[in-house]
């Protein structure tokens, strides 16, 4: 049987009073013969139905009527009501960040374990209020419950870098070795953002080092550690973990050693060299790179340095069958051309004259030859410095 118009204009201002914190009206609609659990439509024009905006708790709870929250419960209101858009009444407390009226729904019997695709410690997180997680976790809520785009949210806290938050959640329960969407553990999450404090607080909670996860991408704790730069954590990390993988590759094919390469981190290098073979530092990526040759590109002369003293190969081809020699000279480098040369002589027959010319300085042009039967520049004088470099190194 259809409601009656005068029992559809009780509901109607009684939803109205809810939402406006009328709790008078409130009483004297209940008395009534109002209904407490009620919901109410949501209309797209007066003919369409397009959802449901909830029960006279859940708009009360919305709109931060505290006394009001209160009384409706008094009055048999079910902290548990749950929209047809499928919304708890935590969840429209939470929306608004109340944590006081949030607080009370806990405490009058509001499910904390109800998950509708966001769980409800994303909601929670949205309000920064550790008070309320406290309660959550004193009600038995899993602190290490997957939800919204990240693993857990131990994830999201360190993703935010948020200390505060981080320690209280280790304090209870979550997992200091737990998976990430991204960055494999928490450790390198941590990593990857450069926050120090959040770093040391997972290591001094025994975060493990030699956790073998790999990230979205592929890259290991390794490569995390080095692209942080904090140098003495590296080495302390290889010191004291036999079963870090030096040689670990992420997607792009890249090691740790590439990595410090590309970074131009000279430091981290140096420590990583009582761990690499000349294996190591020729070493190739997807797009049979070495590390030569993302110095070379990089135009990192102390990196190219580094790498020619621990016998970098400057023959290697990459994939678009330039050595790193070659690069040098196809990039214009005169000054890395000048370090590259006295170790790539057998290189010169597979670089172009206008490649080499492109490398020298002051554009010597047509005045200089290339012969590809012996390993030598012919130069005829243009200037003093390329005079100069041809005289000490040919």
């Not at 708890?88 to 607080?103: R, W």
């Not at 060299?273 to 049979?288: G, L, P």
């Not at 030859?369 to 390993?375: A, E, G, L, V």
């Amino acid at each position: 049987m259809a409601p009656s118009l005068n029992n559809i204009q009780l509901q109607r201002d009684f939803h109205h009073a809810a939402k406006t914190g009328n709790n008078d009206e409130i009483t004297r609609l209940l008395d009534g013969g109002a209904d407490p659990n009620t919901q109410w439509p949501m209309f797209r024009s007066h003919l369409e139905v397009v959802g449901m905006e909830g029960g006279a708790l859940a708009v009360a709870a919305q709109n931060g009527h505290l006394s009001t929250v209160q009384l409706l419960l008094d009055r048999g209101a079910d902290a548990n009501e749950i929209s047809p858009l499928g919304y708890s009444v935590l969840f429209a407390a939470l929306e608004q960040g109340n944590s006081s009226i949030v607080k009370l729904l806990i405490e009058r019997g509001a499910n904390v374990h109800f998950q509708n695709g966001s769980h409800l410690l994303q909601k929670v997180m949205y309000t920064n209020d550790l008070s309320i997680l406290r309660l959550l976790f004193a009600k038995g809520l899993d602190v290490n419950v997957p939800y919204g785009n990240f693993a857990n949210v131990l994830d999201e806290a360190i993703a935010d870098e948020a200390f505060d938050t981080t320690e209280f959640l280790l304090d209870n329960g979550a997992d200091v070795n737990s998976r990430t969407n991204r960055y494999g553990t928490v450790l390198s999450a941590a990593f990857a953002t450069r926050n120090r404090n959040i770093v040391e607080l997972l290591l001094k909670r025994r975060a493990s080092i030699s956790a073998l996860e790999r990230s979205d991408d592929g890259s290991s704790l390794l490569h995390y550690v080095v692209r942080s730069k904090f140098h003495d954590l590296l080495k302390t990390i290889l010191e004291r973990c036999e079963t870090v993988d030096i040689r670990a590759k992420n997607g792009n094919g890249d090691s740790p050693l590439h990595t410090a390469v590309a970074y131009g981190d000279l430091k981290a290098l140096d420590i990583l060299s009582d761990y690499v073979k000349i294996s190591d530092i020729n070493d190739v990526n997807v797009q049979s790179f070495t590390p030569l040759h993302t110095a070379v590109l990089n135009n990192a002369v102390t990196i190219v340095e580094w790498l020619l003293a621990r016998g970098a190969n400057l023959t290697i081809q990459d994939r678009f069958s330039f050595s790193p020699f070659r690069r040098a000279c196809k990039n214009g480098d005169f000054q890395l051309l000048q370090l590259l040369m006295p170790h790539a002589l057998s290189e010169l027959s597979y670089v172009t004259a206008s490649e080499l010319r492109s490398a020298l300085p002051e554009n010597p042009g047509r005045n200089l030859m290339i012969t590809n039967t012996q390993p030598f520049i012919r130069i005829i004088p243009h200037s003093d410095s390329t005079m100069q470099f041809i005289n000490t190194r040919c």
